[in-house]
């Protein structure tokens, strides 16, 4: 019994090793998308967001987030899912949107060659805690690492491609100190 828990184990770490905890989209109960185009890999940019609404630390509050902002996209936006790649919460958690290989919605003239991150709240006056910070690198690494992004990516803000406030005033200087920033 302890053997088998100790390989199992094992396997697990194996499979997550250098990767934030991802939760997939069925694992946080999100919904299937109604159209999907696939997006070539590795992606030469990675894209930073705030959602500039709720905050949540608990996974069961970044869950029913995360939800209400696929509803938003989904029934109000009229798109085919959540506009983003992957949602981070400030309990530490990556959830899954569209994923590594699906086109996105999220930055207009980068959604076919950008992974695009949203941390869940708004940073205007007060940077994602350092456990959103420490998931939102590690998930960047962990793309590069299993080829979603390429190894010379380029790191921006939403405001650098688009005309908004995204990610915040506050989140936005954090990320300019970030390795691979470039406005
Ligand atoms: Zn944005």
């Given at each position: 019994m302890a053997l088998h828990l100790a390989t199992l184990l094992a396997a697990v770490c194996a499979v997550t090793?250098?990767?934030?905890t991802i939760l997939s989209k069925s694992q946080w109960g999100g919904r299937s998308p109604t159209c999907r185009t696939g997006m070539a890999k590795p992606v030469p940019y990675v894209i930073i967001h705030h959602t500039e609404g709720s905050h949540c630390t608990t996974r069961s509050a970044c869950i029913s987030q995360a939800k209400s902002i696929q509803n938003y996209h989904m029934?109000?936006?009229?798109?085919?899912?959540?506009?983003?790649s992957f949602l981070v919460g400030e309990d530490g958690t990556v959830y899954e949107g569209r994923g590594w290989t699906t086109v996105g919605a999220h930055a207009p003239n980068y959604n076919t060659n950008s992974i695009g991150i949203s941390v869940m709240g708004s940073f205007t006056s007060k940077n994602p805690n350092s456990a959103a910070q420490n998931a939102v690198k590690s998930l960047i690494s962990c793309g590069v690492s299993k080829g979603?992004?390429?190894?010379e990516y380029i790191l921006k803000g939403h405001r650098n491609v688009t005309?908004?406030?995204?990610?915040?005033n506050s989140f936005y200087n954090l990320i300019k100190t970030w390795a691979k920033f470039k406005a």
């Amino acid at each position: 019994m302890a053997l088998h828990l100790a390989t199992l184990l094992a396997a697990v770490c194996a499979v997550t090793h250098g990767c934030p905890t991802i939760l997939s989209k069925s694992q946080w109960g999100g919904r299937s998308p109604t159209c999907r185009t696939g997006m070539a890999k590795p992606v030469p940019y990675v894209i930073i967001h705030h959602t500039e609404g709720s905050h949540c630390t608990t996974r069961s509050a970044c869950i029913s987030q995360a939800k209400s902002i696929q509803n938003y996209h989904m029934n109000s936006n009229g798109w085919c899912d959540i506009g983003y790649s992957f949602l981070v919460g400030e309990d530490g958690t990556v959830y899954e949107g569209r994923g590594w290989t699906t086109v996105g919605a999220h930055a207009p003239n980068y959604n076919t060659n950008s992974i695009g991150i949203s941390v869940m709240g708004s940073f205007t006056s007060k940077n994602p805690n350092s456990a959103a910070q420490n998931a939102v690198k590690s998930l960047i690494s962990c793309g590069v690492s299993k080829g979603y992004i390429k190894s010379e990516y380029i790191l921006k803000g939403h405001r650098n491609v688009t005309a908004t406030d995204c990610p915040g005033n506050s989140f936005y200087n954090l990320i300019k100190t970030w390795a691979k920033f470039k406005a």
